[in-house]
């Protein structure tokens, strides 16, 4: 098995990436990460704040149930039309410590539509008040409840922490000798907490979302009682036999970027099918970003995605 590495992003940045770097800088995004004390403040907000909820746009085309699972909120989105082709388990980023955005809920709105797909998406626990084997088994209850109803997933999608997730959630089944999907598409992984990885120094002059000081602290608190580097919490260490055909999407202004990269190097290594798309000069998450890019790359994600529907 190989990985195929493909740059999705133009020679030249849109004007609409290039502006969206602008008020990145102007709105000191990065402050929320750049230091403990930031990851702190960010948290704080976060909880006033609430997890979004889903926009208009995604309520015109979908049934939405909401349900209690093992303590957690869990979305079923169903196409209004009632015909699905596919069941996905989408599970978003933030860090472990942040909820669900609008930004999130809009990427959803395009899955649904382009993969005429079931979307289970569940609200997990957040760090600090959960940590990484709670917050697996909450994810791990929503999904078992869906495979009842469902059979089976098709395909695990996760951005950042959802990405790591998405991992953690595959060592779970295989161990459990239970079925994983056939697909699983890690959007900017964040697939290690110790932020060891030295090439993350010169990165993060350029990363514009993340600092690796308060994304090191909230992999401390989502950790818990595990060490950083064990496998669940940080999936770059993970043995990936067995694991499902695998798509990553790696921004080139990342500091998760370098062991997103690694992890896929592994896949290949453990014999997993893995293709890799680097968005050049693009930051953390670009693909569920409102940017032209991200149209690039959800075009490149739909035809993998429907490659055993054809």
Request: proline fraction near 11%; aromatic fraction near 4%.
């Given at each position: 098995m190989t990985a195929r590495n493909?740059?999705?992003?133009?020679?030249?940045?849109?004007l609409r990436a290039q502006a969206l770097k602008i008020l990145l800088r102007l709105m000191r995004r990065k402050k929320i990460w750049a230091s403990v004390a930031g990851m702190e403040e960010g948290i704080r907000q976060a909880r006033q704040e609430g997890p979004a909820r889903p926009g208009s746009s995604l309520l015109r085309h979908a049934e939405l149930r909401t349900e209690i699972i093992a303590g957690s909120e869990v979305y079923t989105l169903?196409?209004?039309d009632g015909v699905s082709a596919q069941t996905i388990?989408?599970?978003h980023g933030g860090g472990y410590i942040r909820p669900i955005t609008k930004y999130h809920w809009e990427f959803l709105t395009w899955l649904l539509q382009a993969q005429q797909a079931t979307i289970v998406v569940p609200l997990y626990p957040l760090a600090p008040e959960s940590t990484c084997q709670a917050t697996v088994r909450a994810v791990r209850s929503a999904h078992d409840l869906?495979?009842?109803r469902h059979e089976r997933f098709d395909a695990f999608i996760g951005d950042s922490a959802g990405a790591g997730l998405c991992l953690a959630l595959c060592q779970?089944?295989?161990n459990s000798a239970l079925e994983l999907p056939r697909r699983m598409v890690l959007i900017s992984p964040f697939v290690d907490v110790t932020l060891s990885n030295p090439a993350i120094i010169e990165t993060d002059k350029r990363d514009l979302m993340l600092g690796p000081a308060g994304a090191r602290e909230a992999g401390r608190l989502y950790a818990g009682e595990l060490p950083l580097d064990?496998?669940?919490v940080s999936p770059v260490y993970a043995d990936l036999r067995g694991f499902p055909t695998m798509q990553v999407f790696v921004a080139?202004?990342?500091i998760a970027g370098h062991d997103a990269l690694i992890l896929a190097e592994r896949a290949r290594e453990a014999a997993v099918e893995t293709e890799v798309h680097i968005g050049s000069g693009l930051m953390h998450v670009w693909p569920i970003l409102p940017i032209p890019e991200a149209s690039i790359s959800r075009a490149a994600m739909s035809e993998f995605l429907q490659k055993d529907h054809l």
């Open positions: 493909t740059h999705t992003a133009p020679k030249r940045l849109s169903v196409p209004r388990l989408y599970i869906a495979v009842q779970d089944l295989r064990h496998p669940m080139s202004d990342d």
